[in-house]
């Protein structure tokens, strides 16, 4: 008997020896595989188990690339360390951030080194190093200069509480993203980056992309393109007029009334002397709610101006009202409503009594008495002058063309997306390089003169002015114009968390570059990224930014591709009891230092996989660890008492070690990481099974520690070099299996009596018809099945032996 597997001794020896020889190494001759992990924010509760289910993906996949290809991996590990969570948790804790956050840093990379992966640590980065954000100031420099970056006064999501303004995809469910609470509206005069002049690239560019179909709908959701036609509603009595964007412009002869967005420039302006106090107070009102709770709220709410605006199309009188469900950011703020057509419309024409005109009928015929809006696209118009008896569908598409031939709006496309908020007032962030002048405007930091270093400060905390912390410091605020030498004052916003996170990746093959985010020979031979794993719920903030910025940099030169993740996997979350997230508040977090220490790294990678399929969320249980370490005892027993058995391969054992590669590999593949451990499982019983029953050869075990080496890599590697092996196991090469050698000599074959079942017969897989019917009939004798005269006999070859007969 071997013995026993001491998980700590192995672990440890092999840790210290891949530290003293790594056994990635570029020599520049291997081809690249740049897999890359979604880097994490150094948070002070430290790893659970869900944070290694990502880690462990990533590195199965990366060794599996080493070993299947010869890759050279570019594997690398680094922290996204400014913004909101890392200032959060720094108040929270009565310390400065630079100092918790240095903390944390060591802490969870310590915990990282667990798990053994192939991170190469010289490649590290951190978003909170000068080295590092001057590159991130240095980008937002290069947009200013093309016109992508600009400052503008507008509503935005306020959290009370973070006392910071929000990008709207850090708003969720009408809460702050990081702390939970409320978010309000506060007008500031904020930084925004031009994403929208994007829109199209990023939303075309999907269709290139290997990435889940899920991830590229909600992007393509939150790009919303729409085509349709921008309408101009004269306003009664006044010079103003109203724009409408419109997706429907056949149904204008049926729009009663129009809505503005209670931020709408003239909302205010147009409220009657009798109205004006109803008015404003519906305009506070709204401020106060975020746009997400206004577009769910189910009542609807409004107010009416006291004014009216001209349907340019039939010179009808539309009252204008205003109500929150319709946001400023989209379209035009304002909208035309056509309430027999439209839910929302109907609801509030409903409410407040005002008109509602079908224009729209199947089989040209009008609804009496409407208890709904009629809403199938299709249909004959009708109630609509000249344009009555067509068919919708077709004047939809023709609609706006005519609209601008009559000069009353003009065809146009919309876009859900809105420009990127990207000033943060907070102090833990990346100074924007931007400097105010009373002569010159706003000017940039000269890019020779980049980092603008974030100044070190006693007090961090958030002001609740609307400032950030940064304008309370005279001597950094205050500084002179870099064109014309006056004094002039620095911006005092940072840059949100997204930042550094949009381009990190870029930077690791390059890292101690300080004359270039990244060189392009560097660029052209390493980048972009092949592989990148990491939690589905980035799908539309991170991604986007990182596909916003690399078609940038493209652009500008800096590399010369333009979709920064070739493939992308979503890992699901590990929760724990009842699928509730894991979260130091709730007491349910699960440490993997402890699982570690009693069952080892290699038990603990491997249930990662096994708790369920890796897309999907998976509830922990610590007594299914017990499993899988008792799977690799009895995988370290098998070969360990049999390496030097001397055992001659057999047909069998060559059948079952190239049906094993086929299996583990397609599974792999396939991303089944779940049933490849079962698969494991399944096949080291098989051989079990065969070494008590006469041996197993050595090319088995062999083939069989290459295949568990990604997935265990310690005890693959001991077991290696058990076997004789004189160099890594990752330095071995991937098996193929043979599909001649894996083909069964026989099969089970279902032998049937008037086609129901009796019994099942082993056949060779190449019998001939006759014999195959002799052997059924055989058999169905020996059992006292078949009796009466048989009148037909059927062999369909491997599957079935059906004897008819009649009594």
């Not at 939809?396 to 859900?416: C, D, L």
């Not at 030097?644 to 054992?653: F, I, L, N, R, W």
Request: glycine share 8%; aromatic share 10%; net charge negative.
């Amino acid at each position: 008997m071997a013995a026993p597997y001491n998980h700590r001794e192995i672990e440890e020896k092999w840790r210290k020896e891949w530290e003293a020889h790594p056994i990635n190494v570029n020599d520049g001759k291997k081809p690249k595989y740049y897999c890359l992990d979604m880097f994490p924010y150094p948070s002070g509760n430290g790893l659970h188990v869900g944070h290694w289910r990502g880690y462990v993906i990533s590195d199965v996949w990366s060794r599996y690339k080493m070993l299947n290809g010869g890759h050279y991996i570019i594997h690398p590990m680094g922290w996204d360390a400014f913004g909101l969570p890392a200032e959060n948790y720094a108040i929270k804790m009565g310390v400065h951030p630079a100092v918790s956050t240095a903390d944390n840093v060591s802490k969870i990379k310590s915990q990282i080194k667990q798990i053994a992966a192939l991170y190469d640590w010289d490649m590290e980065v951190n978003t909170t190093d000068p080295n590092f954000y001057k590159w991130t100031q240095w980008i937002f420099v290069k947009m200013f200069k093309a016109g992508l970056a600009y400052e503008k006064e507008m509503p935005i999501n306020w959290c009370p509480s973070c006392k910071t303004g929000l990008a709207n995809e850090e708003v969720v469910n009408g809460k702050c993203e990081r702390c939970g609470a409320e978010v309000t509206k506060k007008n500031l005069k904020q930084w925004m980056l031009k994403i929208t002049a994007y829109a199209d690239r990023l939303l075309n560019d999907l269709d290139k992309l290997d990435w889940p179909e899920k991830v590229k709908k909600m992007q393509t959701d939150w790009i919303g393109k729409s085509y349709g036609a921008e309408v101009d509603f004269p306003v009664e009595g006044s010079d103003e007029k109203i724009t409408v964007y419109t997706t429907r412009p056949d149904t204008l002869h049926g729009a009663t009334f129009m809505v503005l967005a209670p931020e709408h420039a003239l909302a205010a302006k147009l409220a009657t002397p009798e109205n004006k106090e109803a008015v404003e107070k519906y305009i506070y009102e709204a401020s106060m709610k975020s746009n997400v709770d206004r577009l769910q709220d189910k009542e609807k709410t409004g107010v009416f101006t006291g004014t009216y605006a001209i349907n340019p199309l039939n010179g009808a009188k539309v009252p204008i009202w205003l109500s929150d469900y319709v946001l400023a950011d989209y379209g035009t703020g304002a909208i035309m409503c056509v309430p027999a057509h439209d839910d929302r419309d109907f609801e509030f024409a409903r409410k407040f009594n005002i008109p509602i005109i079908q224009v729209i009928a199947k089989d040209g015929k009008e609804i009496e008495n409407m208890e709904e809006a009629y809403t199938d696209a299709s249909g004959t118009m009708i109630n609509s002058g000249e344009w009555n008896g067509m068919e919708s569908a077709v004047l939809k598409k023709e609609a706006p063309v005519m609209i601008e031939k009559m000069g009353i709006g003009r065809k146009t496309v919309n876009y859900k997306l809105r420009d990127w908020v990207f000033s943060r007032q907070r102090y833990w962030g990346e100074p924007i390089p931007i400097v105010h002048c009373p002569k010159c405007g706003c000017v940039p930091v000269p890019e020779d003169q980049l980092p603008l270093l974030l100044p070190e400060v006693e007090s961090y905390q958030p002001t609740g002015t609307g400032e950030s912390p940064l304008a309370d410091i005279d001597w950094w605020v205050n500084t002179t114009c870099p064109v014309c030498g006056a004094p002039a004052k620095r911006e005092t916003n940072t840059m949100p968390q997204w930042a550094g996170s949009s381009w990190y990746f870029l930077r690791y093959v390059d890292n101690k570059n300080d004359k270039e985010l990244v060189s392009r020979e560097k660029a052209d031979k390493y980048l972009p990224v092949d592989m990148y794993i990491g939690g589905v719920e980035h799908a539309v903030l991170h991604l986007l930014y990182s596909r916003f910025y690399t078609k940038f940099l493209c652009d500008i030169g800096v590399i010369d591709f333009d979709e920064p993740f070739v493939k992308l996997f979503n890992q699901g979350m590990i929760t724990g009891k009842n699928g509730i997230k894991m979260s130091k508040s709730k007491g349910n977090v699960v440490s993997p230092d402890d699982l570690v220490r009693d069952y080892g790294c290699d038990s603990l990678r491997m249930y990662e996989l096994f708790v369920g399929p890796p897309e999907l969320d998976s509830e922990w249980d610590d007594r299914g660890i017990d499993g899988v370490n008792r799977f690799l005892n009895r995988f370290w027993n098998l070969v360990m008492d049999n390496k030097d058995s001397g055992v001659q391969a057999t047909k069998e054992m060559v059948k079952v070690r190239h049906k094993m590669i086929h299996e583990i590999t397609t599974r792999l593949e396939n991303f089944s990481l779940n049933t490849v451990i079962s698969g494991f499982m399944e096949y080291t019983n098989k051989m079990v099974d065969m070494a008590r029953n006469g041996g197993i050869d050595k090319e088995t075990l062999q083939t069989a520690v290459i295949l568990l080496a990604p997935f265990a890599p310690h005890i693959g590697e001991e077991l290696w070099r058990q076997l004789g092996g004189t160099d890594s196991v990752f330095h071995a090469v991937w098996p193929v299996a043979d599909k001649a050698a894996m083909a069964d000599d026989e099969k089970e074959v279902a032998v049937q009596v008037n086609g129901k079942t009796k019994l099942v017969v082993t056949v060779p897989v190449d019998i001939s018809k006759e014999d195959a019917i002799a052997e059924g009939k055989k058999a169905l004798e020996a059992a006292g099945k078949l009796s009466g005269t048989v009148v037909k006999e059927i062999y369909v070859p491997g599957k079935i032996i059906n004897i008819v007969v009649k009594p």
